[in-house]
């Protein structure tokens, strides 16, 4: 995406890449073919504008978080296929670490649950499971990281080994109160110092193109930051008790809670938000495995509706979802639950039951879980909460967008520009290279495309709400 010093969205390509499934459980990414498709995008809205390379300030990269992968620093080719974020090949190892009482402990360092959807039991099965790879990473032969920290490495061809706080504070490996690295959960996840990347601020150059990779001529990289957290950042959820939502795959719900990390209500974490001007922003964050994966499950696996935009259509078609209730637990339940036994299911279907009941209630689903984490923010911490900031494909849905108004009882308002994490990135890239001079800057930039206000009565709310917690617990008394 290329954006201009308005923060409009000049143009944009998008390139879809594979997604495998080698084994019960196991999601995996070519790295090799995300890199080729971000070069080709990136030259691709070039030619498609007329600019060139001369023209640009600045590139930043924003990426899903604890998807992660080990490469050969001297070959440049990683040693297997990248473990995606809703992998989980390292559940086994998950629960001997938490049955061993080593929970509370990482939880105190990294502010994270003992999960697979972090990057850590990931690397490890890696470095245990592909042929010579202990030898190699014993040999200061490997690197290890994260998407972005990948794709820096690449483009600079080789010369910087880097990620940023809010990448590295979901691997599961970093210390939120030291940070830094921490030698201990390194030694207990069986990976080596000499293959971490170093950990900058995100509004601070971390290297450049080299010319023979990629252009003619060096361009400043910076604006590293995962991709909630860049859309924290493009939200302007700058002071503590702002929140956003981000619909995607699956959904970051995050509550900026100022500059000291505060232990999480169970069922959430805390992270770094983002780290700039020196210092870090912590937040709450709740990570939801299904929201938009949902959708393209009803679209691509179940083939009930052909397209996005026909799940709206469909779901106002019907009053109600006549005691439907869809609990997305494809790959396990994600916070408050972390229930990664939990599997997917349809309930209270009666005799009536239509396809519009199914999908309604798949659309439902997706606000009811973002509401069960706002909920345990609110009721565990003293900050107070106004508005829900939002974007994301399925933002476009005004089904979703009002019933997840009326499901919190607060306005929801949409952002002017659905890949806002883009936006966020780029922002803190303008700061580095003084695009921007500040943060009332970047303010007077933001535009909000739609503001919904609640409507349906609170006993309402209350009763269908009852209905998903009851459908909740069937799940999770699935074996």
Known sequence: MLFDASANLV??????????YPADGFVEHDAEEIYENTVSGMLQVLTATGKSASDLA???????????????????????NAAVWQCQRGKDFCKTLNDQGYGPKIREKTGLIVDPYFSASKLRWLINHV?????????????????????????????????????????????????????????????????????KYSDQIFGYTEPKVVFN????????????????FGQNCFEAGMAKATYGTGSSIMMNIGNEPVEAPPGLVTSVGYGRAGKIDYVFEGNIHCTGDTINWLVNDAELISNAAESEQLALSVADNNHVYFVPAFVGLGAPYW?????????????????????????????????????????NSSIPFHEMRVDGGPTRNNFLMQFQCDMLRKKVVISNIEEISALGASFMAGLACGLWKDLDEIKALRKADKIFHPEMPASEVGKLYEGWQLAVKRVRLTE
Request: aromatic share 6%.
């Open 11 to 20: 143009h944009r390509v998008s390139l879809a890449h594979h997604q495998f």
């Open 339 to 379: 229930d990664n036994k939990a599997r997917a299911s349809i309930s209270g279907m009666a005799r009536n039951t239509k396809k519009a009941h199914i999908v309604r209630a798949a659309l439902e689903s997706v606000a009811y879980q973002i509401k069960d984490l706002i909920d345990l923010i609110v009721e």
């Open 131 to 199: 042929e010579g790879a202990k030898k190699s990473a014993r040999k200061g032969d490997l690197l290890l990281g994260t998407i972005d920290s990948w794709l820096l490495w690449k483009l600079a061809n080789g010369k910087v080994h880097a990620t940023d706080f809010s990448n590295a504070c979901r691997t599961m490996l970093f210390n939120i109160n030291t940070l830094r690295w921490d030698d201990e959960l390194i030694a207990l996840f069986d990976l080596y110092p000499s293959m971490f990347p170093e950990v």
């Open 217 to 232: 001529k060096p361009v400043a990289i910076a604006g590293l930051l995962g991709d909630s957290h860049a859309a924290l």
């Open 58 to 80: 600045v590139i930043s990269i924003t990426n899903q978080r604890e998807t992660s992968l080990i490469w050969n620093r001297k070959t440049g080719k990683p040693i297997a």
